[in-house]
Every structure is written in C-alpha cells, then in structure tokens.
C-alpha cells in the first residue's frame, strides 16, 4: 500500500482529496494536517466523514510528514507550497500541489500575478497536471503543479483544436460559471448566502489569475503567443462549474471535424466525455465525479463555433484529477478510486 498525506485537509479541495483517498484500493492515507484544527479529530469537522476517516488533524512536521508518507499532497492556499515542497522533494517525496505555486515554469509569469517565488529552482522540474494532455510528463515527474478549476474546464475543450490548428487562435472568449465552493472555505463578505443567494455576477474581469494560466499552456501547444478573454461569474450553487468558449474556426472546418478532432484525442481517457448532438452538458451530470462533459455547436450564421465544458469544480477541477496524477505518477490506471457511480439527480 501506498502512504498518502494531505497538508491542508480541512479546507474544500483538501477535505475532498481526504474523501476520495480514503476509497482508494491502494493507498493508505496516514497523515491529513491542519493549521486552523489541530487536535481535532477529522470526522468532527467533517462530520459526514464517521467512521469512514479516523484521524486526527496535526500541525505540518517535515519530519512527520515525510516518514509516514510515500506521495504528498498540499492543499494550501497560494505562497505556503513553495515554502515547503522543496524540503519534500529533497527528502524523496513525490508532491502534488494543488495551489498555483507550481503552475509555472517561468517564474517571472507566475510573480507578475501572484508575489515572488521562493522555490524558483524546482520550476523547471514541474509538471503541469492537466492529466489527459500530459499524461506522458506526469508519469516521470516527482512534482506536479495541479491545474487550477477555471483552467481545466477551459483548456480540456480547446487544446486539442489548438495543437491541430482547427480554430483561429485570435478569436478566443471563455465565459465560465462556478460554484460558491470555488472561492474556498474562508470567511469572506463576498460568500455570505445573503450576498449569494439569488445572485449571478460576473467578478474580476479581465484580471483573473487562471487567465495567464490558461494563456501559458495554450501558447505552448500552439507554439505561438496565445490569449484569451476569460470573464468568470459566480453562480448560487455549492459546487460545479460550466465553461462557455467561443471561437471562429479556420478556414475550411466545420463540425464534424471538430468532433471528430475531439473523439480522437480523448479516445480511451475515461473522464472526458462528449456529449450528443444537440445535448448541452449540464452541472447536474457530473457533481461529485471526476468526469468533464463537452458539448459542441456551431453558429452558421456567424461561423462561430460553440464549446461547451462541465465539471465538478472541487473534483475535476480540483482533487479529483489531483488524485488522478498520483494514479499517473505511481503507474496505475488513472481511474483507480475515481470510478463512483454519478447521481442521477
């Protein structure tokens, strides 16, 4: 069995690694740790989690942490992975990050967006973990920098047609939805139900950190200097995210080579799935799985082709294709612990 830690469990997307690691056939989780509980039994603050998870929440030991775990993940906000992921490394370990702190491999792009970086050396060792594009890298890495949820449901849909040059790369708009889980477990006014309930808006437009994300990794399938107008809302729902992505194809594609592009490139990958015609993908499908659901349309009438892109925002887009990247990182299918039946409704 596989030793597993999570630094960081008790926020969303550390909670979940906790939840979905504990039904995983070959990992053994040993250590789950916590700045704000330590002390407290995990099934206390999550409840639901009763004998299913019997351990107790710790401050973060390097020590500790790295004698009782084999493969590591940090679920801690952005600037606290870079302080001490390299004494992980360095002591063997292999780490998922599931902050931005390891997005990058160009320091000066992640310090424009976020503060400086402390643990520069280790960037050109990290792997971007956007699993189904870069399985290859992952398999061979010791550290991976997770996507981020807003990246994920957009870069899915589109990398494909971008390493195949089926779309004008000028003509990019993403328009992306998601849940309230997205902004994390701390307090915040903006996250109250008050403020949240009844509401839909649109917020840090143009400004997004995930924009040069995105940007980065469409620019190196491409080749060339990629951008793309991203503008997210937040939507009255806990969790799950919907991507809206247009773009005008190049000349002489239509539809069925966009399908096709994307059946070809996701044959076999178990977690993407394409929707039937005429069949847009809806939140609701894939709450809870690993799964990203992409539908297609395209406007004749302005010749502009229509992705459509769902995930679970604290899954998909968060650990549960972290938890996919150690399956990757360890040489098991990718889908070991990952397979729980969807809800119907």
Known sequence: MIRVAVVGATGYAGAE?????????????????????????FDHIYPAMTGVVNLGCEEYDIDRVSENADVIFTALPHKLPMEIVPGLVEKGKKVIDLSADFRFQDAGRYEAHYQPHTAKGLLSRTVYGLSEVYADDIREATLVGNPGCY????????????????????????????GVSGAGRSPSLTTLYCAVSESFKAYKVAVHRHNPE???????QAGRDVTITFVPHLVPMSRGMETTTYATPAAGVGLEDIRTCLSEFYAG??????????????????????????????????????????IDNLVKGAAGQAVQNMNIMLGIDESTGLMPVPYPL
């Open 17 to 41: 690694l906790v939840r979905l690691l504990s039904g995983h056939p070959h990992i053994t989780l040993t250590v789950v740790t916590s700045r704000s509980y330590a002390g407290k039994a």
């Open 151 to 178: 990246p994920t449901s957009v870069l899915l849909p589109l990398v494909p047609l971008v390493m195949r040059g089926l779309i004008e790369l000028n003509t990019l708009i993403a328009d992306s939805k998601s």
């Open 214 to 220: 995105m940007e980065d990794v469409l620019s190196r």
């Open 269 to 310: 990958r178990r977690f993407v799935r394409l929707c039937a015609d005429g069949r847009p993908p809806d939140t609701l499908n894939v709450r809870g799985t690993n799964f990203c659901d992409i539908g297609l349309a395209l406007d004749k009438r302005c010749n502009r082709l229509i992705l459509m892109s769902t």
